[in-house]
C-alpha cells in the first residue's frame, strides 16, 4: 500500500460517533417532514446533518435503512411486555404505546413513509407491524393461560383488532384515541360472548 492509499477504520465507536448517529437521525426526520420518503436522499440527509456521504453510507446503505434507525427506538417498547396480571390493562399499555409512538415525530415519519406506497419498505413495514402486534398476542396468550379468555376465543382477532382500532382511530377521528376510547375498544373486543 502506499502512503497516498487511504485507509477507512469501518464505522467509530465513541463519543464523535454518537453524535453522528443523533445528527443523521436528526436530519432524517427533517428531510423526511420537508420532502416525504419517496424524495428522501443519502446526499440531502449528509447535507443536512453536516457529515460526509460516505459517513452515512458506511452505517445506512440506502434510504431504508436510514428510516430503520430512525424508528427502531419506537420498535423496542414493543419488545418489553406490560405484565399487570389484567389482559384488560395489558392491552391498553401496549394500545398507548402504540398511540404514544404515532405522536412522536419518529412515528409520523413512518407512518407517512409506509402510506407513500413505495414497494421498498414492504420488508421494514412487515417487520415493524410483526412487531407491534406481537405484544397483543403474548398478552392474550397470558390471559389464556390465566382463564380470563377461553380456549376457543380468537386472540388472534382480539389482537388484530385492538391494533386497528389504534392505527385507524386517527383516520375516522379528529385525533389520537383518548383513554377512554381505548377502554371503550378493549371493553367491545373482550365483553364475553
Do not use: C
Not at 27 to 54: C, D, K, M, P, Y
Request: hydrophobic residues 40%; charged residues 25%.
Amino acid at each position: 500500500m502506499t502512503e497516498s492509499t487511504r485507509r477507512t477504520r469501518g464505522v467509530q465507536r465513541g463519543p464523535r460517533s454518537a453524535q453522528v448517529v443523533q445528527s443523521v437521525r436528526a436530519a432524517v426526520l427533517a428531510e423526511l417532514a420537508r420532502v416525504g420518503f419517496v424524495s428522501l436522499t443519502i446526499e440531502g440527509v449528509a447535507r443536512a446533518a453536516q457529515v460526509n456521504r460516505t459517513t452515512i453510507y458506511r452505517r445506512w446503505p440506502s434510504k431504508t435503512a436510514l428510516l430503520e434507525a430512525v424508528v427502531e427506538p419506537l420498535l423496542e417498547r414493543y419488545d418489553i411486555d406490560p405484565d399487570t396480571g389484567s389482559v384488560h390493562a395489558d392491552l391498553t399499555a401496549v394500545m398507548r404505546t402504540i398511540r404514544d409512538n404515532y405522536a412522536l415525530p419518529e412515528g409520523r415519519a413512518l407512518i407517512a413513509a409506509i402510506t407513500s406506497g413505495t414497494g421498498e419498505l414492504r420488508e421494514l413495514t412487515e417487520a415493524a407491524t410483526a412487531r407491534t402486534l406481537a405484544p397483543f398476542g403474548r398478552a392474550l396468550d397470558r390471559a389464556v393461560s390465566r382463564g380470563e379468555l377461553g380456549a376457543g376465543d380468537d386472540v388472534r382477532i382480539i389482537a388484530y383488532l385492538a391494533f386497528q382500532g389504534v392505527v385507524m382511530w386517527e383516520q375516522a377521528h379528529d385525533g389520537p384515541p383518548s383513554d377512554e376510547d381505548l377502554d371503550r375498544i378493549l371493553r367491545t373486543l373482550l365483553r364475553p360472548s
